[in-house]
């Protein structure tokens, strides 16, 4: 077998991998639309070839921001002729991350029944212990939410006054004091290794390099007393319009703002005639997931994330 990263001569090797399993995978469409706005790259995507007919026998495909590292692991195949469909992903990816000087994280879209679906725990069996052998050993389950249109639009609660501010370091330090005491896994992990601070510039920098505006992004205060209550970011991904970001500061949880907050973001985007309003949250992310629910959002999907030990 031959592990090599693609090349723009691979398209139709590429787009001939088939995922017949309940996975997640990037097929024709994605792939091809991904490669035209820069999120998948040739480079960023590895293969094993069979030595003699030159067939594709695996593939690992990462995505990214344009112009950036590769940031999530988002397919792995293997032709269901490979004797060790295991070692083989294993290899490949092992190669790739030697290569990358990282282990990006693999992130796994399954149903939200996926525990009762044998179909879906036999796709995700093998490539879980191919991605634990390269590295990819800790879970994170992430409830994936919707709201759509034929919910109620939330009115404002009049407890908050939000303003914008085009300086990101405000939104940076809003960010720091969000951050405190968080239950949100990567954060608290970033936590473990970075400054709060520095922390908090990077995911700025991450939101800024979402599609949606910067423009959209809110800093909320008390209409009592004036102090800052939280930060309310709507924003988009690649498939359409997202909650972004929210936060409370520590002093001012236990009082629901997180309500006000998500139906800032929900009435925002619904006045601009969005149809459907999708948001991620970790599944022991308690207090985030119940206001999810009472404010109509529902769970569609899972996002199942492996990724490197902390000190792996
Ligand atoms: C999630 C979050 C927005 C909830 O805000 P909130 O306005 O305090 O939420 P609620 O008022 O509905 O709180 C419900 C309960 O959860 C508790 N709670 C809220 N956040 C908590 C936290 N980080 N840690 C422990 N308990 C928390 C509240 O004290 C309250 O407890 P009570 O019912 O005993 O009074 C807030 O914790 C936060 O900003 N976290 C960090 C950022 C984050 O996780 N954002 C979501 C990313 S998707």
Redesign the pocket.
């Known amino acids: 077998m031959h592990f090599r990263p693609a090349v723009d001569g691979d398209l139709d090797r590429l787009l001939g991998c088939v995922v017949d399993e309940s996975v997640s995978w990037a097929h024709p469409e994605r792939l091809l639309s991904f490669l035209e706005s820069g999120n998948y790259r040739y480079d960023h995507i590895w293969l094993a070839l069979d030595e003699d007919s030159g067939e594709v026998l695996a593939r690992a495909v990462w995505w990214g921001f344009p112009g950036g590292e590769p940031y999530a692991l988002d397919c792995v195949y293997v032709h269901p002729s490979v004797p060790d469909r295991v070692a083989t992903a294993a290899e490949l990816l092992e190669r790739a991350h030697a290569a990358f000087g990282a282990r990006p994280a693999y992130h796994v879209f399954l149903t939200g029944d996926w525990r009762e679906d044998p179909k879906a725990l036999a796709g995700l069996a093998w490539r879980r212990e191919a991605v634990a052998r390269a590295g990819l050993t800790d879970e994170l389950e992430r409830l994936r939410f919707a709201w759509t249109s034929d919910e109620a639009v939330p009115e404002p609660s009049g407890r908050l006054v939000l303003r914008g501010d085009d300086d990101d370091e405000v939104f940076a330090e809003a960010f720091r004091r969000?951050?405190e005491?968080?239950?949100?896994h990567a954060?608290r992990l970033a936590l473990r290794a970075t400054d709060p601070l520095a922390q908090a510039r990077q995911d700025v920098a991450e939101y800024r390099q979402m599609p949606g505006d910067r423009s959209w992004w809110r800093l909320a205060y008390s209409a009592a007393d004036g102090s800052l209550v939280?930060v309310a970011l709507p924003s988009a991904n690649n498939a359409g319009p997202v909650?972004g970001?929210?936060?409370?500061?520590?002093e001012?949880?236990?009082?629901?703002?997180?309500?006000d907050?998500l139906a800032e973001i929900t009435r925002f985007h619904a006045e601009r005639g969005v149809q459907r309003v999708v948001?991620?949250?970790?599944r022991g992310?308690?207090?985030?997931a119940?206001?999810f629910e009472r404010a109509g959002y529902r769970v569609f999907a899972v996002r199942l994330v492996l990724s490197a030990a902390p000190d792996a």
Do not use: C, K, S, W
């Open positions: 969000v951050a005491g968080t239950l949100d954060t939280g909650v970001y929210l936060g409370v500061v520590p001012h949880r236990g009082n629901g703002y997180v309500d907050l948001a991620d949250t970790d992310n308690i207090p985030m119940r206001a």
